[in-house]
């Protein structure tokens, strides 16, 4: 959020304004607060808009429709000044970054993410349908991500421009990269065009990129309505309902009831909707706009040099959940799963050329020395595939750092044990007692705190 400008206004009807939010073709965005202290989104119509009269009462029109959209996904409009000079109209403040910025800062969301997304997108497009709306701009920016899941915000308004964008040039109906073929045609659209957008915006969200590529608006466009999508790199699990959102044919896309029926079951094997990065996110805007909200004793009070944080709406000193320290005790999970197993691979590259001289000197069985080799090698393969897995947030990752890690401990104590219970002692000074005595032991106490850290790991939930 930035400052409030010189020429921004303090004050839009009831609300007192705090600062920018954002812009976009209608307006400025602004964060304002309602005489209680609830935080809200107040988004000011520009001058040259509001100077329109076809687009005022379109504007009216479509307000007054988008006041009754409820549902859980949506962001609620709750108040609107039509007539006011400019216009303006207030939503309630979801405080949480956009899917547009969440994956240009920290890459695409895990599978299991999107497919939650996609289920609680198409709830609130079924809630806007079904109030006679249509979205005509359902892009990444207009998407907010917050803990109990994302919300779509700019629902019906962008109607309003139709009667105007043929004399404000500067006006754009809809985003290119995420407009359906219908609407790049300038065609009558419904619903369907809706699902269209919803498909583009769950395989970037899946892949960081357009299916259609980038370029100039003119040659997205194009390939919009005349090209296939480009799919590559979108899990297999997701394809097939991606696929159907953007048949060019909006008579042969899903129904955004069929679509909450397809995603809504992964669901049920997830226990995190939003990887700790992004609730990060989310726990930096809230704690901003609290910091933010006021100025003066009424939103901090300074104590022995300190900051004392007061909560916004109550006035009573601010406290954290806990949901900060989980999440950050989470990431260092992530972080040491992702490691750990790493650093057993040069223990295991001792183990295996030192073992299995030490034991070829005591005339040992080939087929042992084969075993050693065999197994250390495998070991050594496989833990590096659990990392590539886990760092994709793949299940499987964490399942074969847990089993392989076990057998790692188990088998890099050997020498230590063989040692101990032959009574065959090695100096502590050799090269071979460094490898019974140290490197063994320190590569079992990673392994076993790989396995620990890979079932604590929140990258595979």
């Known amino acids: 959020m930035d400052p409030l400008r010189d020429g921004d206004p303090r004050q839009v009807g009831a609300y007192r304004l705090r600062g920018r939010l954002g812009g976009g073709g209608m307006g400025q965005v602004f964060l304002g607060s309602s005489r209680s202290g609830r935080q809200v989104a107040v988004k000011l119509v520009r001058a040259e ?54 994956v240009e800062k920290h890459g695409p969301l895990p599978t299991e993410a999107v497919a939650l997304l996609g289920a609680g997108l198409a709830e609130g497009l079924a809630a806007i349908h079904a109030c006679g709306l249509v979205h005509r701009d359902l892009k990444p920016s207009n998407v907010i991500l917050a803990d109990d899941g994302p919300r ?35 065609q009558e659209i419904g619903p369907s065009s809706d699902v269209f957008s919803l498909g583009l915006i769950l395989a970037f969200a899946a892949t960081g990129r357009s299916p259609f590529g980038t370029g100039p608006a003119e040659a997205i466009v194009y390939r919009i309505v005349h090209d296939e999508p480009d799919l590559v790199g979108l899990p297999s699990r997701l394809a097939g309902t991606v696929r159907r ?17 397809e995603l809504a079951e992964f669901g049920r094997t997830t226990t995190r909707w939003l990887p700790p990065t992004i609730s990060t996110m989310i726990d930096e805007r809230r704690m901003q706009t609290t910091i933010d909200l006021g100025s003066g004793p009424t939103a901090q009070q300074r104590r022995g040099g300190g900051t004392r944080l007061l909560d916004a709406q109550t006035g009573h000193p601010h406290r954290d959940s806990g949901r900060s320290t989980a999440r950050r005790q989470d990431r260092a999970a992530s972080t040491a799963a992702l490691v750990l197993p790493l650093l057993c691979i040069p223990g295991l590259l001792f183990l295996t050329f030192e073992a299995a001289g030490a034991l070829d000197e005591r ?46 401990a188990l088998h890099t104590l050997t020498p230590s044990l063989q040692a101990v219970l032959t009574g065959a002692l090695v100096p502590i000074g050799d090269l071979r007692g460094l490898l019974v005595y140290v490197i063994s032991p320190l590569t079992s106490v990673a392994a076993v705190a790989a396995v620990a850290s890979a079932r604590r790991s929140a990258l595979a939930h």
């Open 152 to 186: 779509v915000i700019d629902f019906g308004i962008a109607r309003a421009l139709d009667s105007t964008s043929h004399t404000l040039s500067r006006v754009v109906v809809g985003t290119p990269s995420f407009m359906s073929p219908e609407q790049a045609r300038g």
């Open 49 to 102: 808009l509001a100077e329109d009269v076809e687009f005022r009462r379109r504007f009216a029109v479509e307000v007054d429709a988008a006041r009754r959209v409820g549902g859980f996904y949506t962001a609620q409009v709750v108040d609107a000044g039509p007539e006011d000079v400019p216009p303006w109209l207030v939503t309630a403040y979801i405080p949480g970054p956009s899917l547009q910025q969440a």
């Open 245 to 261: 959102c953007l048949a060019k044919d909006p008579g042969r896309r899903p129904s955004v009831a069929d679509i909450i029926d």
């Open 363 to 408: 005339g040992a069985p080939i087929a042992l020395l084969w075993t050693n080799l065999v197994l250390a090698v495998v070991e050594m393969a496989l833990l590096v595939v659990g990392v590539l897995l886990l760092s994709q947030r793949q299940a499987a990752g964490r399942g074969i750092i847990v089993t392989v890690g076990i057998v790692v």
